[in-house]
């Protein structure tokens, strides 16, 4: 059993950074990919970013690339997101996720513990 805390989400003006965490209890995230989805208000939940249990590789969603950085340090069972130039097109509350998922990392499906987001604003 895992379980997921999110936090860092706030309101920022538009070019704005913000770094969300991801901490994890129970089972640590070393042997899970991890990945980041959103959902905006009457829009389906979206990928956004994943690493996987390694670190080895990201996934990106193209909106995203070059402006957001995901990361984990397994000692501390913690994974962020590095957000930086932020638009209000991010605006939505962020969960994380982990499971087994790499290659297909997209899916939402595929992962098996969420957090329960934060919500993240962009104000233009």
């Known amino acids: 059993q895992v379980q997921l805390v999110e936090s860092g989400g706030g309101l920022v003006q538009a070019g704005g950074s913000l770094r969300l965490s991801c901490v994890a209890s129970?089972?640590?995230?070393?042997?899970?990919?991890v990945g980041w989805f959103r959902q905006a208000p009457g829009k389906e939940r979206e990928f956004v970013i994943a690493i996987t249990w390694s670190g080895a590789s990201t996934y990106y969603t193209p909106s995203v690339k070059g402006r957001f950085t995901i990361s984990r340090d397994k000692a501390k069972n913690t994974v962020y997101l590095q957000m930086n130039s932020l638009k209000p097109e991010d605006t939505a509350i962020y969960y994380c996720a982990t499971g087994a998922v790499a290659p297909n990392v997209v899916n939402p499906g595929g992962y098996d513990y969420w957090g329960q987001g934060t919500q993240v604003t962009v104000s233009s």
């Open positions: 129970g089972r640590s995230f070393s042997n899970y990919d």
